[in-house]
T-cell receptor
Framework: QQQVKQSPQSLIVQKGGISIINCAYENTAFDYFPWYQQFPGKGPALLIAIRPDVSEKKEGRFTISFNKSAKQFSLHIMDSQPGDSATYFCAASKIRGSSNTGKLIFGQGTTLQVKP | SQTIHQWPATLVQPVGSPLSLECTVEGTSNPNLYWYRQAAGRGLQLLFYSVGIGQISSEVPQNLSASRPQDRQFILSSKKLLLSDSGFYLC????????????FGAGSRLTVL
């Protein structure tokens, strides 16, 4: 019930195309869903995050779509660029409540390659 | 501003040798601290987290241990490394207030031969 399942494992997209990465969770107590971006040899960095009270959040070319009833959320990268080539991780966490420890449960990661 | 330092960046150790990876955070007080491991082709596995000095919670039973001797220092250790301990180890911190925004260090690449 603590798992976050992410797909696809790898993705190749042409420059200018749309990259879509999907995640599913089981624990309905999760109330915070971030996406992290990791370049080779570096630590992951927060890209964008959403709370379940909204269905979509957009920051520049990056959009999170959230479907609470299906317990799924996805990352859309519009106009994908070669510089977006990286590994992307979805994650989930429970913020509300005194037992919050701040820890995130991560998906397995998606390696994105954007071809010029 | 807050910064997180992690060292060593790269480590090659023989099986059965000890391990010590260190992580320090600057510019904040009473952070939550985490150790994650990233194996090749796999996701980020939470190993340990700490909400205060001397308070360590283990997520995965194994031959690794963690300690927090100071507020902003987190150490990952092993007495005897196994081949399966090879991986990319990441330290991270988040504000104690529970914002759950993790900031990761640059990572330590461990190869056990």
């Amino acid at each position: 019930q603590q798992q976050v399942k992410q797909s696809p494992q790898s993705l190749i997209v042409q420059k200018g195309g749309i990259s879509i990465i999907n995640c599913a969770y089981e624990n309905t107590a999760f109330d915070y869903f971030p996406w992290y971006q990791q370049f080779p040899g570096k630590g992951p960095a927060l890209l964008i995050a959403i709370r379940p009270d909204v269905s979509e959040k957009k920051e520049g070319r990056f959009t999170i779509s959230f479907n609470k009833s299906a317990k799924q959320f996805s990352l859309h990268i519009m106009d994908s660029q070669p510089g977006d080539s990286a590994t992307y991780f979805c994650a989930a966490s429970k913020i509300r409540g005194s037992s919050n420890t701040g820890k995130l449960i991560f998906g397995q990661g998606t390696t994105l390659q954007v071809k010029p | 501003s807050q910064t997180i330092h992690q060292w060593p960046a790269t480590l090659v150790q023989p099986v059965g040798s000890p391990l010590s990876l260190e992580c320090t955070v600057e510019g904040t007080s009473n952070p939550n601290l985490y150790w994650y491991r990233q194996a090749a082709g796999r996701g980020l596995q939470l190993l340990f987290y700490s909400v205060g000095i001397g308070q360590i919670s283990s997520e995965v039973p194994q031959n690794l241990s963690a300690s927090r001797p100071q507020d902003r220092q987190f150490i990952l250790s092993s007495k005897k490394l196994l081949l399966s301990d090879s991986g990319f180890y990441l330290c991270a911190w988040s504000p104690w207030s529970g914002a759950n925004v993790l900031t990761f260090g640059a990572g330590s690449r461990l190869t056990v031969l």
